[in-house]
């Protein structure tokens, strides 16, 4: 799956405490990363589930600033039962900024959330 996102000073390392520079924050390229492979698995949930993100790895290796538009490309790359391992990549233009790995698991909304309480 492949998604695009603008980097604005919302997702910014300043705006959200991660750093101090007007650059795409890591904890937001993150969010970019799980979004992209959370809606990657809509096609195959049954009513009443979704996915919930269970591990991620991410590497962050370039800088972006705001008015970039990021480009998130993820790929299952295995499913086992409800579990479900993703690798991804993330471009800024041409430029390669960031890449990992993340897991996600499908459960039922309300088995689920009956847990928590």
């Known amino acids: 799956m492949t ?16 750093g101090t ?5 890591t ?4 969010a970019m990363a799980e ?12 009513d009443g589930e979704t996915t919930v993100g269970t591990f991620i790895e991410f590497h962050h290796i370039k800088a972006s600033l705001v008015g970039s538009k990021i480009k998130v490309v993820s790929e ?3 499913q086992d039962g409800k ?3 993703f690798q991804f990549e993330m471009f800024d233009g041409d430029k390669k900024i ?3 790995n993340h ?6 909304v309300a088995s689920f959330l009956s847990h928590i309480k």
């Open 27 to 30: 904890p937001s390229a993150i």
């Open 35 to 46: 979004n992209t492979c959370m809606e990657a698995c809509y096609d195959f949930l049954k």
């Open 83 to 85: 579990k479900i391992a």
């Open 98 to 100: 960031g890449y990992g």
């Open 3 to 18: 998604k695009f996102f603008d980097v604005t000073t919302d997702n910014t390392a300043q705006e959200m405490g991660s």
């Open 21 to 25: 520079l007007e650059v795409l924050a």
């Open 76 to 78: 299952i790359k295995e």
């Open 103 to 108: 897991n996600r698991a499908v459960v039922n």
